[in-house]
Nanobody, 125 residues
Framework: QVQLVESGGGLVQAGGSLRLSCAASGSIFKITTIGWYRQAPGKQRELVAAIRLGGSTNYANYADPVQGRFTISIDNAKNTVYLQMNSLKPEDTAVYYC????????????????WGQGTQVTVSS
């Protein structure tokens, strides 16, 4: 019922930048939280950054390792979230997944969580 389509991953040298995009579509009444997680080989999936949509004010939070280097933003009209990643490090190499908590048009009393397919980010040293 909801699709999350990520784009923008790739290979970049250390110190470089990438911008990830995640477009949400489907039977969306509203998005309550949307953000990015990542999973490196042999490691657990971890939160990178997320936005909680609060009506007139959105609240963003970041994992400590990316604080000050990554910026999350949202285009509400397009249901699209972006992750601007600057000063990339080899340790940022991972598959990045978009996640959204969504209230559906068909089920307005519940939140449902959806994941995208993931996009590979590789940072070379």
């Amino acid at each position: 019922q909801v699709q999350l389509v990520e784009s923008g991953g790739g290979l970049v040298q250390a110190g470089g930048s990438l911008r990830l995009s995640c477009a949400a579509s489907g039977s969306i009444f509203k998005i309550t939280t949307i953000g990015w997680y990542r999973q490196a080989p042999g490691k657990q999936r971890e939160l990178v950054a997320a936005i909680r949509l609060g009506g007139s004010t959105n609240y963003a939070n970041y994992a400590d390792p990316v604080q000050g280097r990554f910026t999350i933003s949202i285009d509400n009209a397009k249901n699209t979230v972006y992750l601007q990643m600057n000063s990339l490090k080899p340790e940022d190499t991972a598959v990045y997944y978009c996640n959204a908590d969504v209230v559906l048009v068909t089920s307005p009393r519940h939140n449902y969580s959806y994941w995208g397919q993931g996009t590979q980010v590789t940072v070379s040293s």
